[in-house]
């Protein structure tokens, strides 16, 4: 989803603003057609907001979110690892444990 893209740049950029502006957009779009609570979990874990975040990733695997598959890998989601709701949600998606950073960078150079 292009405006989730938008939205990590603006959270790399530290401009919280602008990712408040491109989840109110998304808020905005979910009224006429679907958006993945897991697109909206991604960018509030990417401008720090994981008690958001992870509220929102119950509701994407309650809807039972392809965008799980990226969990592990997804860049926006490292300030995650550290996080024991993190590694909760990890075992209950069926994917493995990342146990190290490393492993993380390496799963996602492949």
């Known amino acids: 989803m292009m405006i ?3 939205g990590r740049a603006y959270a790399s950029a ?3 603003e602008k990712v408040k502006q491109v989840v109110l957009q998304m808020k905005k ?3 006429s057609r679907y958006v993945s609570p ?3 979990a991604t960018l509030y874990a990417a401008a720090g907001n ?3 975040a992870f509220r929102l990733f119950a509701t994407a695997y309650q809807e039972r979110s392809s965008q ?3 969990l ?3 860049p926006a ?3 995650l690892h550290s996080d024991a709701r993190f590694q909760v949600l990890v075992k209950r998606v069926g994917l493995p444990e990342i146990t190290s950073p490393k492993l993380s960078q390496g799963l996602q150079n492949h």
Do not use: H, I, M
């Open 14 to 16: 530290r401009q919280p």
């Open 29 to 31: 779009e979910s009224k």
């Open 77 to 79: 989601l490292d300030g």
């Open 50 to 52: 994981k008690d958001t």
């Open 68 to 70: 799980f598959v990226w």
């Open 4 to 6: 989730e893209a938008l």
């Open 38 to 40: 897991f697109y909206r």
């Open 72 to 74: 592990n890998v997804n």
